[in-house]
Structures are given as structure tokens and as C-alpha cells.
């Protein structure tokens, strides 16, 4: 595993790998055992888009692998100042030991792999996240012990959240449904990846038929970073996708509940439901450093 640009890139069993990586680096740093397998090593941080739990996640499990951060944003680089991204990428290439970039155009991380000599991570696009579904595929085996055969429901936007959660679901064996308005569904690519799973993937525009049965009920912001001048009509366009104590009672009764953060409540989740499930919320965001971990390990490990 050269980088981790998107979840299409990687196979199920590659996924898994990953998770048992995270969940073993997660022992250890519950025991205090110290691991420093990247010691020495420096990871690159691009921020094109302002962060909280990727930016802190990542600064601080390349220190608990032995390693090291370099952070850079937009405004205080020449990225922000139009220099071309393959020349970017040949220049950081030659000072650290691997960049992890959170920004818009998936195009630009897909560059920074193909015009760099080191490993590219996806911090978060437009497109996808796929650290962060890591995370969440983590966590939903902490909690129900598998993935394969449990029913993974996504209520909200057709945004980079959804994009991954159908890919990295269907990859580890999930069934997978989503709810979304007519006019924000996922990009024809990952419909045309999800049609491959038959029975297995489902695309409506009723949360009802969407949760109904699920095991893990998923939601996200309505409107992304760098959407704010469309909130007013994607709240209109969203009403009804809230998940309430009413939705969730179509779910399993002991269905989990999660949310990459932050949270709107009373938007996309109700504050009694997001309340319910706080300890799966914030497991969650935890996992994002010890999935993160596992990543740059797979990647800039010897």
C-alpha cells in the first residue's frame, strides 16, 4: 500500500488489514506500551481546509509512532499562491517522509501521489474521506463485534461522508443504505461501484425506508465547508432527514449511532438522540488516531 488517496483504491481484505493495525496500535496505547515504528520519520500536513480532530489526530499519532509533523496552510505556503501542486510535490517530497493533505479538489491529492516520490494521505476531499470512515468502520467493530452481514444506513447528503461509507460498507461485507434528496446523490462513479453489490446497497429518498432494520444509523452536516451559500435550500431541501428518536425507532433497537463531527442538533440529529449515542460519537472521533496511525504505519513504515 503505496498511499491512501480513496476507498476504491483499496480491497476489503486491504481494509481490514487497517483495521486490525488501529485496533492493535489502540491496545498498546491503552497499555502505555510505547511504539515508536515510524521514529524519526516526518509527516507533511497540508490544510487547504481548517480542521480540529484531523489535524490534532494526526499531529499527535505521528508522535506516538517516534515521528514528527511539519503543518503548513494555504495561507502560509505557495500552495496558496498558485504554485502548481506537481511542484509541490516534488519539492516536499525531498524534506519529509510522507504528506497527508485535507483540501477540495480530489484531483490534487490524485497529483500530489503521481508527481511525489512519497506517501500521499487523504486528510479529506470533496470527494472522500477515508480516513475517517476507517475510523467509523473501527468503531462499528468495537461495538457489534463484525461488520460483514450488519445493515449500515446514511441519512443526509450524497457529500464525501456518504461516498465513503458506501464503499468502505460494501468492501467489508455491510449492507448498505442511504437517504438522500433528489438532486444531492452520491457522484455516478460510486453508483456505478455500489451497483455491483446487487441487494446489497439501496438509494432512496425516504429516511423511513432507509433505517428500516439498520444496525448503524449515520448522519453528517447538511452543508460542507465551502457550501454556507446554499445552507437556506439545502435545509429546505433536507427537511424530514433529521434522526430523531421517531427514525431511530424504525432502526434495530440496539442500532449505534454515528457522526464524523461536529454536530448540529436539531438539524441533521436530534440532541436526545445524538445524547443517546455520545459514548459510540466520541469513541469515534477517538478512533480517528489510532485508524490514522494504522495508515501512516501501512504507508511510511519500513
Known amino acids: 500500500m503505496k498511499h491512501l488517496l480513496k476507498l476504491l483504491d483499496l480491497t476489503g481484505e486491504e481494509i481490514t488489514d487497517i483495521l486490525d493495525l488501529a485496533d492493535q496500535l489502540k491496545a498498546q496505547q491503552k497499555a502505555g506500551v510505547e511504539h515508536p515504528i515510524l521514529k524519526g520519520k516526518c509527516l507533511g500536513m497540508i490544510f487547504e481546509k481548517s480542521s480540529t480532530r484531523t489535524r490534532a489526530s494526526f499531529e499527535v499519532g505521528i508522535h506516538q509512532l517516534g515521528g514528527y509533523a511539519v503543518v503548513m496552510s494555504s495561507e502560509g505556503s505557495q500552495i496558496g499562491r498558485g504554485e502548481p501542486v506537481q511542484d509541490t510535490a516534488r519539492v516536499l517530497s ?69 461516498n465513503s461509507l458506501i464503499v468502505g460498507g460494501l468492501k467489508t461485507g455491510m449492507q448498505v443504505s442511504v437517504a438522500c434528496p433528489r438532486g444531492y446523490r452520491p457522484p455516478q462513479e460510486i453508483l456505478e461501484f455500489a451497483a455491483g453489490y446487487g441487494e446489497d446497497f439501496q438509494i432512496t429518498e425516504t429516511p423511513a425506508e432507509a433505517i428500516r432494520d439498520a444496525d448503524v444509523v449515520y448522519t453528517d452536516v ?30 434495530h433497537p440496539d442500532a449505534m449511532v454515528l457522526h464524523c463531527l461536529p454536530a448540529h442538533r436539531g438539524e441533521e ?24 496511525k494504522a495508515v501512516m504505519v501501512k504507508v511510511m513504515g519500513d
Open 269 to 292: 440529529i436530534t440532541a436526545e438522540v445524538f445524547e443517546a449515542h455520545a459514548h459510540e460519537i466520541f469513541e469515534e472521533a477517538e478512533n480517528r488516531l489510532h485508524a490514522q
Open 222 to 251: 447538511w452543508t460542507s465547508m465551502g457550501q454556507e451559500e446554499e445552507r437556506k435550500a439545502r435545509e429546505a431541501a433536507f427537511a424530514g432527514y433529521c434522526v430523531s428518536a421517531e427514525l431511530m425507532a424504525l432502526a
Open 94 to 162: 525531498r524534506y519529509v517522509d510522507g504528506i497527508m493533505i485535507r483540501t477540495f479538489g480530489q484531483d490534487e491529492v490524485e497529483a500530489l501521489a503521481e508527481f511525489g516520490s512519497v506517501p500521499v494521505i487523504n486528510g479529506l476531499t470533496d470527494f472522500c474521506h477515508p480516513c475517517q470512515v476507517l475510523a467509523d468502520l473501527q468503531t462499528v467493530r468495537e461495538f457489534k463485534g463484525k461488520l460483514a452481514g450488519l445493515k449500515l444506513c446514511f441519512i443526509g447528503d450524497g457529500n464525501n461522508m456518504m
